[in-house]
C-alpha cells in the first residue's frame, strides 16, 4: 500500500532528478565554439612550422575555456576525461615531448573533446523552459521572502511548489502550495486562539467567520478589535481560496487534501496566487 511519505515522494521527484541533470546547453554551444576557434588558429600555426605555445595569450585562453567547461561535464563522463586530458597537457609540457609537432597533439585532444561532447549530449534529454517558467525555477523563493521570514519552515514546499509549476507539474504544485498554507495555519490558529486540537483549515477559518461575520464589533475582545482589518482581510482572502479551490480541494475535518490531480495552468497559478496573498496577509500583518 502506498504510504503518504510515498506519495509525497512521487510529487517531488521529478523536480529532484531534473536538478541531477541539471546543465546549460549555453556553456556546452559556447565550449564548442570556442575551441573550434582555438583549433583553426593551431591548425594554421602548425601549418607554417610555428609553436602555436609561444603564444601564451592564445594557450591561456585554451586553458579558461577547458577550465570553464569541465564543471559542466559531471554528466558527461568521457568528455571529462578528455578535457581534463587537454588541461594536463596544456599545464605540462612533457606530455606533447614525444610529438614532433606539439600542435597536432592540440588538434587531436581538442577535436576528442568536439567528439565526445558530441556524442555524450546526443545521448541526453534536455527539457526546455519558457522564459516566464525558467524565472519560477531559477528563483523559485521570489516574491515569498517576507512569508518564509516569518515562517522558515515553509521554505521547502515553496521551493518545491514554484519548481512543479515551471515543469508544468500542476497537481504536484498545487500539493506544495497546500503544504505551505497548512504550515502557516498553525501560527494564525494560535493567534485566533482556536481551541481545536487539530487547528487545520476547517478550524482556523470557522473562527475568522466566527469573529468577523457572526459576531459583532464591540463584542469583540480588545486585542481582536485592535487588528480587526486585518481579520476582515484574511476571512475575505481565505473565502478567495476557498472558490480556487472548489471542487479541487477537500478541507473536510481540518485537512487540505487533493481531489483530483487535474490541474490546468491557469487554476495551478490562481491557487499559488491565492496562496501567496493569504500568507503575506498572515507573514506582514497578524500581531506577535
Known sequence: METEEDNNWSLRKVVSLLEILHAYVQAYTNAVDSLGLILIFIQTETEQGRDFRANNVMLQRLRGHATTLLPHCEHL??????????????DNPAVTAQWAQPGMAFLSSIREVQTRIH?????????????????????PLKNWEEI????PETVSNVEEMSKCFAL??????VFHSVRAIESSLIHLGKF??????????????????????????PDLEPRFQK??????????????????????ISHAQGSLVLMTTDFSPDIAEEIMIASRAFMRRMATEMPT
Open 77 to 90: 563522463p568521457m568528455t571529462a576525461i578528455s578535457v581534463q586530458k587537454l588541461i594536463q597537457m596544456i
Open 148 to 151: 518564509i521570514a516569518r515562517f
Open 119 to 139: 556524442d555524450e549530449l546526443s545521448i541526453n534529454l534536455f527539457f526546455k523552459l519558457p522564459p516566464d517558467k525558467k524565472l519560477y525555477f531559477l528563483f
Open 168 to 173: 508544468s507539474r500542476y497537481a504536484a504544485s
Open 192 to 217: 485566533l486562539d482556536v481551541k481545536d486540537p487539530l487547528s487545520g483549515w476547517t478550524a482556523v477559518t470557522s473562527r475568522l467567520d466566527a469573529l468577523v461575520v457572526k459576531t459583532k464589533y
Open 227 to 248: 487588528c480587526f482589518p486585518f481579520l476582515e482581510q484574511m476571512q475575505a482572502v481565505a473565502q478567495a481560496l476557498k472558490s480556487a479551490w472548489r471542487n479541487k
